[in-house]
Nanobody
Framework: QVQLVESGGGLVQAGGSLRLSCAAS????????MGWYRQPPGKQRELVAT???????NYVDSVKGRFAISRDNFKNTVYLQMNSLKPEDTAVYYC?????????WGKGTLVTVSS
């Protein structure tokens, strides 16, 4: 079984930065597509950023130019660098790993951005 563990969330002022990490177990990281999703209070979960196993990147429009997703296959870890944070970025952020054979989710890490 694959396990995903997110870390790096916390409280930050508007304009500040955070870096989220997602550590994956199971020795399948390099062949998996990785993504970050978030669920703001009272709203539905949305896709934030993805990085495919081949390196292709995608971002939701609201974070383009501010967030950057990356992966380190040697450490089996995916990152989300978040800069110029806004109060509307406040959400629980979830890590996802998927390929043809599986689809796994972490338990989430809370990011709170104060104005």
């Amino acid at each position: 079984q694959v396990q995903l563990v997110e870390s790096g969330g916390g409280l930050v002022q508007a304009g500040g930065s955070l870096r989220l990490s997602c550590a994956a177990s199971g020795s399948i990281f390099s062949s998996s597509n990785m993504g970050w999703y978030r669920q703001p209070p009272g709203k539905q979960r949305e896709l934030v950023a993805t990085i495919r196993s081949g390196g292709t990147l995608n971002y939701v429009d609201s974070v383009k130019g501010r967030f950057a997703i990356s992966r380190d296959n040697f450490k089996n870890t995916v990152y989300l660098q978040m800069n110029s944070l806004k109060p509307e970025d406040t959400a629980v952020y979830y890590c996802n790993a998927n390929n043809y054979y599986m689809d796994y989710w972490g338990k989430g890490t809370l990011v709170t951005v104060s104005s």
